[in-house]
């Protein structure tokens, strides 16, 4: 029994040192080399396929300097407003999510940028504990691990745009028919006012609510900075008050 005991500790062993250094070694690996595929891109692939559709995956990556500058300045005033601020977790979203959930029968989350790429680039889709605990995980180490700009990148680059879009160039070049360096900035607005179920709205056809909360979002706009290079730090100068301008 001790010997088994022994075997059975060693293994869990062996199998937490494999977790940590493959989880770390894949972190630090798509810190210099193009995520080209992702779980979700799989799992929709095969959701096609199971409903007898033909399997489609648009998806290109392209370097940040690529994208329309308006792209991430959008998707902070869409998604993540204080992402330049925090160190991957909103606290203060969190809360605000927690109040409002308490009243309200429609939920609202508050996963920043930085938890949606961990969940894009190495997990599963789901609501499990599991799932979020390792989100949580994943978000610490990027955020360790990365730059803003890297993270941006990457979730500019495999973020899901539309039925079978994946990124900015794909999305630019199905619903635009120009490339992602040439997004205008009420493209980009509308481009992410679809990201909180882009497999409903659609860039390429809007409804009028789509169009109502692009208007919402290019005016968000106006209180984020210009988008920082890789090693700089953002310009309060260049937006129009709010929490980035009390710097």
């Not at 010997?3 to 040192?17: A, E, P, Q, S, Y």
């Not at 559709?53 to 300097?65: D, I």
């Not at 601020?85 to 920043?112: C, L, M, P, V």
């Amino acid at each position: 029994m001790r010997k088994f005991f022994r075997f059975l500790f060693k293994t869990l062993m062996w199998i937490v040192i494999f977790f940590f250094t493959s989880t770390i070694l894949a972190v630090i690996l798509y810190k210099y080399i193009p995520v080209y595929i992702t779980p979700l891109m799989v799992a929709r692939c095969v959701e096609q396929k199971m409903d007898g559709k033909e399997m489609t995956m648009h998806h290109t990556w392209v370097p940040l300097e690529e994208i329309s500058p308006h792209m991430p300045v959008a998707v902070m005033a869409s998604e993540d407003q204080r992402f330049l601020i925090h160190d991957g977790f909103d606290f203060a979203a969190i809360q605000e999510a927690i109040e409002y959930n308490r009243t309200h029968e429609k939920k609202r989350g508050a996963s920043t940028i930085s938890q949606q790429t961990a969940k894009n680039v190495f997990l599963w889709q789901g609501r499990s504990w599991v799932r979020k605990g390792l989100e949580a995980y994943f978000t610490f180490l990027i955020e360790l691990c990365w730059s803003k700009q890297r993270i941006m990148e990457v979730y500019l680059n495999s973020i899901e745009m539309g039925d079978g879009i994946y990124g900015a160039q794909a999305v630019a070049n199905c619903n635009f028919s120009k490339d992602a360096s040439e997004l205008t900035r009420s493209e980009c607005a509308l481009i992410a006012a679809t990201l909180p179920n882009p497999l409903t709205r659609d860039s390429k056809a809007p409804t009028p609510y789509l169009r109502k909360r692009q208007k919402q979002i290019e005016r968000q706009m106006k209180f984020m900075p210009t988008f920082p290079k890789e090693g700089e730090e953002y310009d309060p100068a260049t937006s129009s008050g709010g929490i980035y301008h009390k710097k």
